[in-house]
């Protein structure tokens, strides 16, 4: 079945860049058929959408995020990349991979378990 | 930045129904963008509970249905079981800012 699993660091001090990346197994990353999203969760508090990559490497980001996001693909893996620049204590969170079909009707349908990352000195 | 609104609790006693208001607006559910639902138990990933306004994946409860009506969505649990205390979020796609997309701001759902 498919999986995916967030991996990287879990401190990151501030105004550093935060870098996870997500590994995707039980179907490929190069599908036409979806897209590969980043979406974080603050404790407690609610879901945020980052952005998404498609297999050619095409991209949206969140328009409140955008000038410090990058998603970046690595087909060869099998994975997908998050870079979040100048990170402040506002992006402590717990980071969620997950996949969207293209077609925009059925919702996010795989997600992975989520990786707290921590932002202090 | 959640642009959905939802409430932030609702409760009921096993086997009552609630339900859960998601309100949006013309940029989004009333753009007729679909309304997807997710179910998250405490300390784990958010699972899809409903897809396209009002389908269940494989696996689902029939005690979970989906509806949309204008700039609104709704969820209603019936029959509720105390393994249904849980978050649940409402999320769709939004055309301003050019498109994203969107998830509510959350219920917690408690059997009392």
């Known amino acids: 079945q498919v999986q995916l699993q967030e991996s990287g660091p879990g401190l990151v001090k501030p105004s550093q860049t935060l870098s996870l990346s997500c590994t995707v197994s039980g179907a490929s990353i190069i599908s036409s058929s979806h897209y590969w999203n980043w979406i974080r969760q603050p404790a407690g508090k609610g879901l945020e959408w980052i952005g998404r990559i498609y297999t050619s490497g095409s991209t949206k980001y969140n328009p409140f995020l955008k000038n410090r996001v990058t998603i970046s693909v690595d087909t060869s893996k099998n994975q997908f990349s998050l870079k979040l620049t100048s990170v402040t204590a506002a992006d402590t969170a717990i980071y969620y991979c997950?996949?969207?079909?293209?077609?925009?009707?059925?919702?996010?349908?795989?997600w992975g378990l989520g990786t707290p990352v921590a932002v202090s000195s | 930045q959640s642009v959905l609104t939802q409430p932030p609790s609702v409760s009921g006693a096993p086997g009552q129904t609630v339900t859960i208001s998601c309100t949006g607006t013309s940029s989004n559910i009333g753009a007729d963008y679909d309304v997807h639902w997710y179910q998250q138990l405490p300390g784990s990933a958010p699972k899809l509970l409903i897809f396209?306004?009002?389908y269940r994946p494989s696996g689902v409860p029939d005690r979970f249905s989906g509806s949309k009506s204008g700039t609104s969505a709704s969820l209603a649990i019936t029959g509720l079981q105390p393994e249904d205390e849980a978050d649940y979020y409402c999320?769709?796609?939004?055309?301003?800012?050019?498109?994203?997309?969107?998830f509510g701001t959350g219920t917690k759902v408690t059997v009392l």
């Open positions: 396209g306004n009002s």
């Open positions: 997950a996949r969207v079909p293209t077609s925009g009707r059925l919702g996010f349908d795989y």
């Open positions: 999320q769709s796609f939004d055309s301003s800012l050019g498109g994203l997309y969107v």
